[in-house]
């Protein structure tokens, strides 16, 4: 089947990893430009493979390409709103080819080629040939297809803007409804080749991590392959409807995730929320300081109000992991009304990249609008609560409330030979991914992720 390929085409080779040390050159990615995009379309030439622009041979070793991948398909069964299901396929079956690594989605894409695979004479008509047979083979009603790939900077960034352009009008069909209007959701486990114990829950008012799949999206491609990584889920009884916990779905993440996860809540980052895998598009963070979230995305190449970058973070709740105060999210879900809405929603938001802002004007509320700062506002932890108390952000009332609470507790005066005190102005007092501290009375008490300030700890003896 793959004769013509000279590299090995095959499942176990997904997840394979090339690293910069290994890697003759890199397409798309953070430092570039790239999206993938799935078409259904009439009169295909069905095995028509092309690729625009230099290929793998013209390439200098170790430079970065823009990169685009097109592929339209033809078939008496298929459907429109199967488009973004196959799409999203495309990252699982690159990452069939030996030598070949491709990450995220959309126009997010980020792909490697090794040294080795092009010393064996692997080319990017090669991927194309490979993705023809793959996706016909997975998708049996797929009658004709059809394989662009660009790597023209010109003839990328048209492809890009066509690309997103189809990504709005799935997008905006999917905002028709909310979760109350369903009986199910769906599940997802794509990205579990990266991410062990991540399970995606897609609901009408939440989409997929990655942004590349709707409840529409899902709802056809469950009834196409009904044992396939994309499966429905009965929502059961409704444990919280402000945080998004329903019990079925946590039995369902519990059963997909090998029990790693037993709750999620679907509409908070706090206690128990969504895992993450990798290719989400954005990330929410708790400030503890300003008891506050900040938003970050892939494309953000600053650092965060927390010091790091969005990698870092990335890197610090990816793979599956539930690390309350840290969650992934899609661009779509930050423009449903259900939106962390557990937390305050846009209430609790104080600092984002200014290119999210510029994108949600039509979703976060007026009066919050400037209320907001982006990188350009402030940067560190003192200038955004200046600029919060400057522009009376919502939030300040919740810190002046938690302030007040603190200096209620500081009239206890005296901690006698019952027990001690430990403090220091905004002194932190622990950061650790796990922090066990034994306590009297055969508690003891686990801090996971913590990051601690206080103004003064009092422990007594009772």
């Excluded at 579990?192 to 056809?220: E, M």
């Excluded at 892939?298 to 890197?315: C, K, Q, Y």
Aim: aromatic residues 8%; proline residues 5%.
């Amino acid at each position: 089947m793959f004769k013509d390929i000279p590299v090995d085409v095959s499942p176990m080779y997904e997840g394979e990893r090339i690293r910069s040390a290994n890697m003759f050159i890199e397409l798309g990615g953070p430092k570039s430009s790239g999206a993938e995009l799935i078409q259904v379309a009439e009169d295909v030439e069905d095995g028509s493979l092309e690729v625009v622009g230099p290929e793998l041979s013209e390439m200098s070793e170790g430079e970065i390409y823009p990169f685009g991948i097109f592929i339209q398909i033809q078939g008496e069964k298929l459907e429109k709103e199967l488009e973004g299901v196959i799409e999203r396929r495309v990252h699982e079956l690159c990452n069939h080819v030996k030598g070949f690594m491709h990450l995220n989605q959309r126009d997010q894409i980020w792909c490697r080629v090794s040294k080795e695979a092009v010393e064996a004479g692997f080319k990017l008509e090669h991927l194309g040939k490979a993705l023809s047979i793959l996706l016909k083979e997975e998708f049996p009603i797929i009658e004709k297809i059809a394989v662009s790939l660009f790597t023209e900077k010109s003839e990328v960034e048209a492809f890009i803007e066509t690309a997103r352009a189809a990504y709005d009008v799935r997008d905006t069909r999917a905002m028709e409804l909310s979760d109350e209007d369903v009986d199910v959701f769906y599940g997802c486990v794509m990205c579990q080749s990266f991410a062990p114990s991540h399970v995606c829950v897609v609901t009408p008012d939440r989409t997929a991590l990655c942004g590349a799949i709707n409840w529409f999206d899902c709802r056809a491609a469950a009834k196409m392959d009904p044992e396939g990584p994309i499966f429905e889920v009965t929502k059961g009884k409704v444990l919280d409807a402000e945080k998004g916990e329903y019990s079925d779905v946590n039995a369902m993440v519990s059963d997909r995730s090998q029990g790693m996860v037993d709750r999620v809540y679907l509409h908070s980052v706090f206690e128990h929320p969504h895992t993450s895998c990798g290719c989400f598009e954005a990330v929410a963070f708790y400030v503890p300081e300003l008891d506050g979230i900040g938003i970050v995305d892939r494309d953000f190449r600053g650092e965060t109000p927390l010091g790091i970058p969005f990698s870092a973070m990335a890197g610090q709740c990816s793979g599956g992991k539930q690390i309350e105060g840290f969650t992934g999210l899609s661009m779509g879900y930050m423009r449903s009304p259900k939106f962390l809405r557990a937390d305050g929603n846009y209430k609790r938001v104080i600092w984002m990249p200014k290119e999210i802002k510029n994108s949600l004007t039509d979703f976060i509320p007026n009066d919050l609008i400037e209320k907001i700062p982006t990188e350009e506002d402030a940067g560190s932890i003192k200038e955004i609560r200046k600029f919060l108390k400057e522009h009376e952000h919502p939030v300040i009332e919740r810190f002046q409330q938690a302030k007040e609470e603190v200096e209620e507790l500081e009239t206890v005066e005296e901690v006698s030979d019952e027990g001690r005190v430990v403090g220091a102005p905004a002194a932190q007092v622990a950061y650790a991914p796990e922090l066990s501290m034994a306590a009297g009375g055969g508690v003891k008490i686990i801090l996971k992720n913590a990051k601690i300030y206080a103004e003064k700890v009092i422990i007594k003896k009772k």
